[in-house]
């Protein structure tokens, strides 16, 4: 069992409103992606997921065993290494030191981490090594719920089709469910089962919408249909959700020749 | 010929490597490191020399009584050295500002946590801050000797309640410029509270706390000679009164001399070491 439900959660932030009654059930060994516009309340729903915001009001079931989490900026510990930010949760959990860093070694050879690389400090990893650090200090406590906060935004298209990669190798086995917040709409349909959409102030997930196939094995044409189809066959979908032609992979915008806005 | 790489760098990479091939690189690097360390030590070196030719120029000047030259300075310094007494002196001064600011820390430092995680206590404690950072440190030297007399805690009072407010303020900016992400980062892998401010907030307090130490020793040191000079309790403050008593201008220069050594000494042996290691993150994370 590795799924949550989150039932009617609201969350009010500096008397502001950011969520209103959002409920959404995800089910073990399920990846949703949640996206939504700005200030949607996408990574407020994430932070109450990963229990870091406790909700104003509403109520949480979690049934997994060990929940991790990847952020947007990879959040590594300045003063410490790759191999030391690895460990640093599995420490938090009561390993050792030494049996932290012999475990998170092993783990950063998963994400493909070059053993040179293990002594580095963040300040002189890149952008991509940084995210793969942060993958793998996730992956080092073995979760089954897995909740992904915007993990590639700042990284360029190639890296991040890398990376998508990666974490759908990581997921084949469906070793973890989770949750993958992002704002890029292709992003979102080839590593998640299902995409639910936030509206814009936070008032609810406005449906689930459930690409074609599988997750990984959905080709660039079918997930930009999808994308097509579900934003713009829908009015209320098409009004609610702002698509940023630069939050489209560039190939799928330049094939098919238009942008979002010029579409239906 | 490695590429481009600092002089510790240079000096590291020639430390390793069989004898021979070390000797050989040793003559090559010699020209450039001495180069090296023309730019490093030059400038400062030549603004000491500077110093010290305009201070012979003044002992030509004006003579011995008045300002000895410093060689005389330095000797009279090394015979203050070279007594059990000038150690007693230099000891207590050194003792005296080490445990002040240990009582700055504790009080200083415990309010600005507090005040630093607590909008309310910040908003308390703020005007108190100002005004006793207000207050001149002669203020400070003058009221304690009313109030406490010539004692050694009249001293340690002076020198905790003038770098005190001075932690206090540096601790609540430590707290507050912090990465609070990095805390959330910790609690979404289950961090209780504590280890979130143990593990991952302390270690960005103290790198930012580390600076403010510094200047509070330098002040913890001025104060602490001025109190005791005032007070004439033992230490570098009551034996530069003394040498004003004897008019002897030689000793009083040599403990001027010490003074600054000593500050010096801890300084560069201590606080810069444990700056740069509690640091060292800051700079390579730019």
Redesign the interface.
Known sequence: MSGMTLATISHVYAGRKVLDTVSLVIRPGEMVALVGPSGSGKSTLASIAAGIVKPTKGRILRQYRQHAMVFQQARLLPWANARENIAFPLMLNGLRKREALEKAESVAEKVALLPEDFDKMPGELSGGMRARVAIARALGVAPDFLIFDEPFAALDPALRRRLQDLVLSLGQDRAFGGMFITHDLAEAARLADHIAVLDRQGKGVLGTLTPPGQRGHRSDVDIFDFVQQSLYGDPLLSDLVHVDERAMPLDLVGDAGLGPRRCC | MPGYMGFEGRINALRRGPVRERLVEWREMAPILALDGVKRFGPPMLGLGLFLATWQAGHVAYGAFILPSPVQTLQAAFGVLTTSEGWIVLGATVARVVAALAISLLIGGFFGLLAGYSNFGRAMFAPVATILLGIPATAWVILTMIWFGPSHGAILFTISVVTGPMLYIGMVDAVLTR?R??E????????SRW?QFS??AL?QII?TLAPVFGIALALGFKVAIMSELVSNVAGIGAALARSRAHMDIDMALAYVVLAVMGLLVIEHGLIRPMQRRVG???R???
Do not use: H, I, N, T
């Open positions: 990465d992400r990095l959330e980062m910790a609690a979404a892998f289950g961090a280890a593990r991952v270690r790198a060292a993150w800051k390579v994370s730019g």
